[in-house]
């Protein structure tokens, strides 16, 4: 095989390696994947203070249990009291503490209620946040793993052009091989080109007479006189 075919063929090498390196740099499912899990993290503290709206709630209802139970411990200690039925004054401050004690029961209980309704329905709430906090994150887990499939597999697609690369580059003469590295830092990875009849591929100058008989002077490669990229004359060179 030819130096000029080498060379066009290191030229192909390097332009699917740029892509693959560029694709793997710029994945969209690492930027995806970062969203979703900044959506996540918001997510999980929404759930987390929905767990602790909850305790909250069951913690004033165990507050309410024990203010009932004193209410009540209170109750059977005034009804156990000794009070003279003749004494209208004692008669009286009974009455007047079992309704106060009475009025408190009915206000534990209206609590109660609206305690109770609250707290069912935080503890739904947290459950629904808890049941798609698990899903999102399943989801999350599926597709980090599918990038990290696309990754590997791009990965391995470098490694395996890098190798065949490399076994290029030594088959290339070191001053073709070295002036084709500058020219590719030169030309943004468009080092070289054919020249097809009259024109060279990629600057597509059409080249004139007295070029073309200065070119038939030259080897197989040279340089574009007008691009100055390397111009493979002929392949078979």
């Known amino acids: ?14 332009l699917a390696l740029a892509r693959s390196r560029a694709e793997l740099a710029d994945m ?11 959506a996540y993290l918001k997510l999980k503290d929404e759930a987390l203070r929905l767990m602790g709206r909850r305790k909250d709630l069951q913690t004033e209802l165990a507050d309410l249990d024990q203010d009932e139970r004193d209410c009540r411990q209170a109750v059977d200690d005034a009804q ?16 007047l503490e079992l309704s106060d004690l009475a009025k ?17 329905e935080a503890t ?12 999102y994150e399943r989801a999350i887990k599926s597709d980090a793993q599918a990038a990290r499939d696309k990754a590997s597999k791009l990965q391995q697609e470098i490694d395996d052009a890098e190798r065949r690369r490399s076994a290029l580059c030594a088959r290339i003469p070191e001053d073709f091989l070295a002036e084709y ?6 030309f943004n990875g468009l080092a070289v080109e054919r020249l097809d009849g009259a024109v060279p591929s990629l600057c597509r100058m059409t080249l004139t007479e007295s070029s073309l008989s200065d070119l ?5 490669i040279t340089h574009c006189p007008y691009c100055h990229r390397m111009l493979i004359l002929s392949e078979e060179a």
């Open 216 to 220: 038939s002077r030259e080897e197989g």
């Open 124 to 135: 739904e709430q947290e459950a629904q946040a808890a049941d798609y906090l698990e899903r």
């Open 104 to 120: 408190e029961l009915d206000k534990i209980a209206f609590a109660r209620e609206e305690l109770t309704r609250r707290l069912a």
């Open 80 to 95: 156990r009291g000794c009070v003279d039925p003749s004494d209208y004054d004692e008669v009286q401050r009974l009455e």
């Open 28 to 38: 969209p499912e690492i930027k995806a994947l970062a969203r979703k899990r900044k």
């Open 181 to 186: 590295e500058r020219c590719l830092k030169s």
């Open 1 to 14: 095989m030819s130096v000029g075919t080498d060379l066009l063929d290191l030229q192909e090498l390097d």
